[in-house]
């Protein structure tokens, strides 16, 4: 018999959405906490990347791919709105950089951190800076959480926190960046105030940031 990673990879190497949706309740179903259960599916989107770099898969392919993971990563992590008498650790402002339309990831850790008790704004992909320091003000942000998945989309990160150096919101607004190219360095060249290099990690990042511990 075909093992669940097996068919998992298959259904997201076909974009076969329905098939990743169904894969993905089981997986949960089986008793597999949301991360565990997401692990290889993420693997599976990775491979698609590889392929997709090798030649041997091409962007229509990626696209159904991607279809078929966000399909199943909305079983996985339902949105949950925060309830009334939650507490809220902070405000995160977040979305992937300008000129960039990978959104994967940023959901994943969108979604971690609503889980943990985040107020979290999605601005979405493709976002101009513009729009973060306009909505980082009206949504009184506590912390910018900026994706790039692109080397040619990092700078990015740099120019959008330059510009917030400039302005007097800097004090107020912390700064956490992260996505496949992105790491430590890169974070502290641009001067973020934190890196993760997924979703788990930026919540304990995020936390560290607002100074609070994991509740
Ligand atoms: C899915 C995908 C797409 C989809 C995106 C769909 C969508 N709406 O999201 C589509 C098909 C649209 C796409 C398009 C393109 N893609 Co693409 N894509 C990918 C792929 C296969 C997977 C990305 C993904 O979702 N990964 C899974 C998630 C869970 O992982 P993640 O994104 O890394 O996120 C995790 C961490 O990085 C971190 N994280 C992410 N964001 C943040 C933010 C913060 C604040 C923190 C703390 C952490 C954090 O936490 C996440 C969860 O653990 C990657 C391959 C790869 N190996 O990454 C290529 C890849 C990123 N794409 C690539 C390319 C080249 C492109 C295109 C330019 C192709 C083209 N010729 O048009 C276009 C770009 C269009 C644009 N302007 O943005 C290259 C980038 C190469 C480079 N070095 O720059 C890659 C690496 C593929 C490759 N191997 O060549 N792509």
């Known amino acids: 018999m075909e093992s669940a990673e097996v068919k998992i990879r298959r259904a997201i190497l076909e ?4 098939q990743a949706v169904a894969l993905a309740k089981q997986a949960l179903d089986s008793g597999l906490k949301p991360l565990e259960a997401l692990e290889p ?27 078929a993971m966000k399909a199943a ?35 994943l850790v969108c979604a971690l951190l609503t889980a943990h008790g985040f107020k979290v704004v999605d601005l979405g992909g493709d976002v101009p800076s513009d729009k973060f320091l306009e909505q980082a003000v ?19 990160q740099k120019s959008l926190i330059d510009r917030l150096q400039k302005s007097e919101l800097r004090d107020r607004v912390k700064v956490m960046v992260g996505g496949a190219p992105v790491n430590a360095a890169w ?16 919540v304990d990042e995020a936390f560290r940031l607002m100074g609070k511990s994991r509740a």
Not at 42 to 61: K, N, T
Not at 73 to 95: C, K, N, Q, S, Y
């Open 15 to 18: 974009g076969n959405a329905e």
């Open 41 to 67: 599916f993420v693997a599976a989107i990775r491979h698609a990347g590889d392929l997709f770099e090798e030649g041997d898969f091409f962007l229509p392919e990626l696209l159904m791919a991607s279809g």
């Open 73 to 107: 990563l909305g079983v996985i992590f339902p949105a949950t709105e925060g309830g009334e008498d939650r507490p809220v650790h902070g405000t995160v402002l977040a979305g992937t950089v300008q000129g960039d339309i990978h959104e994967i990831g940023k959901n």
């Open 138 to 156: 009206i949504q009184k942000a506590d912390l910018l959480a900026l994706s790039a998945l692109l080397t040619t989309t990092m700078i990015q």
């Open 187 to 202: 974070a502290k060249s641009i001067g973020a105030d934190g890196y993760a290099p997924d979703a788990a990690r930026a």
